[in-house]
């Protein structure tokens, strides 16, 4: 047996007074004359021999209750077989880890998870009262958990703690308190608790983790049922732009992370705040499940996206946040030499409003509008070099899309130095006069192309009963990807990827002598399918894990300084405004989002949309949502993680927060067996029974 305070083993020198009380009898003593001192003298051998017992019961008692309440308040416990030199009256530092993701809404007998955590680490601060050392880490990183104090402060802060949206790795969790910790003092054992639901998605690379031979760690499982969860994996247009007046179609994949089919949930779709369509999925267990919504919007420009529905116990991911851009223009120049009488370049981007189209003749065209286009169309350019060819040659570098349709005559050379520079090798001219009979089929498209994927419908089992005939005036190799090719293989339009750019070639002019591809029901959507893919589709969603995202901004400007400016809704009503990290390459802006530990106390990144501001002005809407890697309910089980810290002594992993009294294990195995609480009761039982022999035992 060992003391926790052993100082007050001083007041058992309070044993001594009723001791002296006892020897000492200071009452004065009275003589009385009775006639009959026969009768008394025997009373009194009686009398006397009665109260001798009754004095020597009392005192024993007395002794007894003062002995007991010294011992109380000297607090003696049995040692526990693993109490080493840190207990909480030493110098070390507890250190207690509260998992606080969002993961942790989960819920088991209908209390949650973080609930239970905190509700435990209540109890456990009661066995560091006494200690100074404590202190308490949670997910958000903060200037808390610098703090080492004492049991009461940190239960005050308990009462305040919320879910995080910062999910962290056990790994970064143990640097920050060992890290902590030595701050305090270097020299001293510690120990660490983590109370967490060990998601297997988030907690790292576990089997890795080493502690320190000095640190004592105690991982408290906080679980329940398995349970299940559905989310939103993505979302996507079944266009590449959405029309506004038109009929629109939006594809949403819904995931079910649990073990039990979900059957007929339903998921609505809201644009602009109002619900624009519901639809109902079935999903089977640890699979996904396609929900399609058709829709409209009035108006060009932004508008703001959610899919939601009602999944329990687990909400914080049943809304995901995504951004719509209606009917963006698209910069198209059309730059010609031989251009085809029927213009029918022009009759395709001049007439629609998805298009800014503008032409030019190749000899008299200013260069320095390549920067603004999205895509540029060169028809029947017989030469490229000199300024023209650099200035393409930058344009396709950062980003643009180039459509060549060559002349009746290409020059072999120029052309094949030009085209050489980006991976189009061996350009062999074919040169003959347009007749019918140099016409060639043109193959059916293949349906499993992504480039025609919203062109056929899907549906059509039969194929295309008429294809274009077209005469060919060249021919190359090293291609990326074939849009079109002749029956016999050879090419007729084929897509490069340069760079960031992407340059479109077409075997033969658009000239009517030289077939009816222009005229053919092909011919449009391929040349709106070349537009379209030459801007960059906007992301509807961004993650916040993917620490970047990069927008084109039109006209950047070189020197601007862009914001990110929160709004508030019902969602999130946080109004953050934050400057990140950023840099401009061309058109693109690219932001570094900030972490956790680089916000403000009062900073909380939520789920929902974010405007991109330039000098108080919005340039863009975007879409910020968690990652759905908290949304996946795995867990490591407790033989898991034993497994994982199997040749670690001084890792200690508990079953479960639920199973037994974890509280009264720990600090059985780990502080030891408190014995105060028996000393108090004794010390009361031999007060009370000091008190009965005195009104009881008369004599």
Sequence with gaps: MQFLFPSFLWGLLAVSVPIIIHLFNFRRTKKVFFTNVAFLKAVETETSSFRRIKQWLILASRILFLLFLALAFAQPFLPAKNAGANRSSGLGVSSLYLDNSLSMQNTTENKRYLDLAVTKIDELLTLFSQSPNVQLVTNDFSGEDQAVTNATKVKDRLTSIGLSPNPRTFENVYKRQRSLAQKHNASANNQFFWFSDFQKSTSGDMKQLRI??????????????????????????????????????????????????????????????????????????????????????KDKGFHKGKVSFDDQPITFDNDYYFVLDASPVIQVLHLYQQRSAADYIGK???????????????????????????????????????????????????????????????????????LGGFGIQSVSVISQPPLPQSQLPIAEPNRQNPFYADVFERTTLQGVANTPLMQPVWNWSGVGEKILTFKNLQNFITATNTAQGKIYLCASPVEKAYGNFAEHAFFVPTMFKIASMSVRQERAAYNFSEGSITVDIPNVKKNATYKLKSVVSEANKNNVEIIPIQRISGNQLTLELPKATQLSDNQILESGYYELQLDGKTEKLLALNHDNEESKMEFYTPAELKSFFAGQKNVTIFDNLLDGDFVKTFQESNIGTPLWKYCVILALLFLAVEILLIRFMKG
């Design 348 to 418: 395709v981007f001049d007439n629609d409003s998805l298009f800014a189209y503008h032409a030019y003749s190749a000899n008299n065209v200013d260069v320095g509008q390549f920067k603004n286009a999205n895509l540029i169309v060169l028809e029947g350019v017989e030469q490229i070099n000199g300024t023209f060819r650099a200035s393409l040659e930058e344009f396709i570098r950062s980003g643009g899309s180039l459509l060549v349709f060559p002349p009746s005559n290409p020059d072999p050379e120029d052309y094949g130095q030009f």
């Design 212 to 297: 320190d031979s000095l640190d004592k760690l105690f991982l408290v499982p906080v679980q329940g049922k398995a349970s299940q969860n559905v989310f939103v994996d993505s979302v996507w247009l079944a266009s590449p732009f959405i029309r506004e007046m038109q009929n629109n179609v939006l594809y949403v994949k819904v995931f079910n992370s649990g073990d039990n089919e979900v059957e007929k949930l339903p998921v609505k779709l809201f644009i602009d705040n109002a619900q624009a369509s519901t639809a109902s999925v079935d999903i089977a267990p640890n699979s996904s499940a396609t929900a399609t919504f058709n829709f409209t919007v």
